[in-house]
């Protein structure tokens, strides 16, 4: 099998360093086995019953895992590490596996934490690196946030931070973060290639959203989704207590739904969720309004989860953007809570409206169990990468398989909801919501 040029992960040259890490070729023989370079995962795994199925060659992708032979030498190796972009659940996860990875396996010793993001590449900040080996890093996994600091912005900066890396000497830089992390990863990338410098650069694709494509899931989610039920399960004790209660909970998820549709499944007592993917009307006789208020006229309580880029076509424009480069969105929390009292408040309804937006209090909550140990295959992955001499590329898990993704493919376009498929179908089953909250011409 073979992929098709744009799936084919980059590399520095040919890896001729023996691994120090000790595992078997051989299959049978009950030990642990090195990746096999010939090994790919499809993505694509949906067939028709007369065996029809996507051209495999759209979408293999090269296994992730330790190399026999690497490219550096692991007593030259000076690594950098990089957090930017918001927070999120298992950043010091990351931090702490990558940092023992180096250290233990590879016996790498100069392993260096980049300060406050992109900026920390930067002179005008003038901030100090952070010197990372195991006794720093062991227990921040137990702590939220992100032991480096972050920051939004700066990557567009992308000469001044190669004369950064330059000037540190660094072999081998992991960008940790999300969708234009990522992209600013890959100009640095092209920066490095036209000055010809031999440096590895290896993302760990963080977005609290999940909404980076080609992935399963981005680490940080299910913590996110956790917490987030936590929000909504208090939302629906206030509207459930109340003659004419509405819990309303504004959830993260500026272009796509995935928190909130999840958020929904699991929590079990939302009955409508808003999510950018699909539009509603607020008024009409299919518009949100007048199913909510049947909703109260027939159970007396709502809960309502809106993800923050729902209904942006209801809000006025808002110019400009954020330092990341994204769009600044209206706070659809706020509007509907001000448009859902004026509507009752028109139809001398009493209601008894709570809002809730945890928004901060979930993406800053250490990891949990299961995202700390994706959290741990993620950072070790990406420094087998990195040692083998594989460049521009994200790791992350397509179909349960750890994966190397180059970054030009991953950055292309977002994941979002589809509104026709299995997940969505599920949630509105769930909330028992219309498929459609749009008036009909």
Known sequence: MTT???FKVLSLGEPRITSPIELSSIKGDSLANYEDDTMLVRHEVDIEANGACADAGDSLFERAGPRRMIY????HVHAGIV?????????????????RCLWYRYGVRRITGIRYGYRGFLPDWNLDVMPLGPEVVDDIHMLGGT????????????????DAIERLNLNIVFTIGGDGTQKGALQIYKEI???KLKVSVVGIPKTIDNDLLWLD?????ETAVARAADAVNCAHAEADSYMNGIGLVKLMGRDSGFIAVHTALAAHCANFVLIPEVPFDLEGPEGFMTKLEERIKSRNHAVIIAAEGAGQEHLAAIAGTDPSGNRKYGDIGIFLKERIEAHFRERKIDISL???DPSYMVRSAPANPVDSVYCERLGGNAVHAAMSGRTALIVGMVNSRFVHIPMEVAVASRSRVDPE??????????THQPFSMKNRL
């Open 4 to 6: 098709r040029p744009e």
């Open 72 to 75: 550096f030498n692991p007593s």
């Open 421 to 430: 498929g299995e997940l969505w179908r599920d949630t509105v089953e769930s």
């Open 147 to 162: 032991l480096l600091g972050s920051s939004r912005g700066g990557g567009e900066r992308t000469s001044d931070i190669v």
């Open 193 to 195: 290639e036209q000055r």
């Open 217 to 221: 899931r981005s680490f940080g989610f």
């Open 83 to 99: 957090t930017c972009g918001g927070l999120c659940p298992g950043l010091n996860d990351v931090i702490r596996a990558a940092t």
């Open 354 to 356: 709570k809002y809730i």
